[in-house]
């Protein structure tokens, strides 16, 4: 679903060159984007454009590209080819340096949560702080831990470490931290994986309630569809490193694409299914494992 871009050209010298930006109403721009790793083509020719404010869910089978394709928006991988932009500025091919001060308007929940286990909750919260910005007034960072924690239902729990905490209370303090720096872009990667259903269901509703009160631009990379039904906005299919199928929980669950069905439903297909049920060798001697004893 890509939106009318603009370039405009720019004369310098005699020159004429393109300007490094697209103009749009999304946040964030993905044109032509290829991604290869030796011969294996991860991501191919992938264009799209996510809405600001708006929730998009990418789906697909594992190995697909899904979690690729999110660490392109933040840069943690390079395009082999093609561009990416960021409110209307192309960012893949800034260096480091450039992109240290971009990346402070993300925030990345990773899917295991990725806490620091020698540090308390509250470090862990404060550790993008440090990163990024000279403190100098440490007395004000015990109310921002509060207020961090108290909008992922944690507050209280500043003194606790990660061993402390059950699987969903880890996810919900990685929340807090990816919210630190007050991103406008939030990426998800697997959030609801390793979680029972109710403790799912309490990252989706804090998914909605940070895009409700802070506004934030979420992609969320899921195989749950029952999460991807609830918290989209937009639902987004990769196979084969394409996009197959782009729109609403309507459009998706009614996509006429068998692949997308199988995926939605759980399904394995025909061609697997026959080799699953193909007969084995049934060997007429059985062995023991001190058959292979000297």
Known sequence: M??????????KDDETTEPSVIEGDGIIVIKDLTKKFGGNVVLDN???TIEKGKTTVIIGPSGCGKTVLIKHIIL????????IYFKGRRIDNLNENELYKVRTNYGFLFQGGALFDSLSVADNITFPIRQHYKVKYWSKFDEFVKTKLS????EG???????????GQRKRVALARAI???PEVILYDEPTTGLDPIRS???NE???????????TSVVVTHDMTSAYKIADRIIMLHNGKIIADGNAKHIREHPHPVVQQFIHGQVNEDDLAVLRASGTIFQTQFLPRDFEE
Not at 76 to 83: F, H
């Open 157 to 167: 729990f500043q003194k606790f470490y990660p061993s402390n905490l059950s699987g």
């Open 151 to 154: 909008m992922v239902g944690l």
């Open 180 to 182: 630190a720096l007050n």
């Open 201 to 203: 269901d309490v990252i």
């Open 46 to 48: 992938i264009s799209l």
């Open 206 to 216: 804090l998914i909605l309630k940070l895009q409700r009160e802070l506004g934030v």
């Open 2 to 11: 890509m939106t009318r871009r603009k370039k405009r050209k720019v004369k």
């Open 76 to 83: 943690l991988l390079r395009p082999s080819s093609g561009e």
